[in-house]
């Protein structure tokens, strides 16, 4: 009877474990860096700054969906196009393999294109990629269309994780001393070759 239930038991764990394998999860955080880089306007800085991108991919429904809890506050959306979920077609995934051997990685990049037209007339195009490594998100490449009223173009390039950011994290996203320490460590990796 116990040799029953413990089989039992294995076989749910392992069944659990399959069909979470094509589940990947997706956290991006927006540092001060990313928003430069953009030509977002500098005064909607603080509205982005050390927020996180929150992403599931399901490669079994070809589906991108939103992992935030308040989707109507939630303004990553913006630059996602995620409002809830977002489909991508198979053929939109690239793959291929870097390094010899053990070192042996497999790269992937998931496309997806959306529009989200507001009730002002304003449209939003999306023309986004996602990166992984061996199934491990590393960045998101976001571009972003605007027409309407006005006519603006934002290219983002965050990188990401596969776990969520911690608190000293997000606080390290909202000081300056992140892009100040790697530019002393830059400096001091070029003195030292």
Not at 72 to 93: C, H, P, Q, S, W
Not at 95 to 107: Q, V
């Amino acid at each position: 009877m116990f040799k029953k239930f413990l089989l039992i038991l294995i076989l749910s764990l392992l069944q659990s474990t399959i069909s979470n394998a094509n589940i990947i999860e997706v956290y991006c955080l927006i540092t001060k860096s990313d928003l430069d880089s953009s030509n977002l306007d500098t005064k909607d800085h603080s509205r982005f700054l050390a927020k996180t991108i929150e992403l599931t991919i399901d490669l079994d429904q070809s589906a991108i969906f939103n992992n935030i809890e308040n989707l109507n506050e939630d303004e990553t959306a913006l630059f996602t196009g995620v409002l809830d979920f977002v489909r991508y077609d198979k053929k939109d995934i690239g793959e291929f393999a870097t390094g010899r051997d053990s070192n042996k990685k497999i790269t992937n990049t998931i496309n997806y294109k959306h529009e989200i037209e507001l009730e002002s007339g304003t449209k939003y195009n999306y023309d986004n990629t996602i990166r992984l490594i061996d199934y491990v998100p590393v960045s998101i490449d976001l571009k972003v269309d605007q027409s309407g009223l006005s006519m603006n173009a934002w290219r983002f390039k965050i990188d990401c994780k596969g776990e969520n950011y911690s608190t000293d994290e997000r606080a390290k996203a909202m000081s300056n001393t992140d892009m100040q320490d790697l530019l002393k460590d830059s400096i001091n990796r070029f003195k030292n070759n």
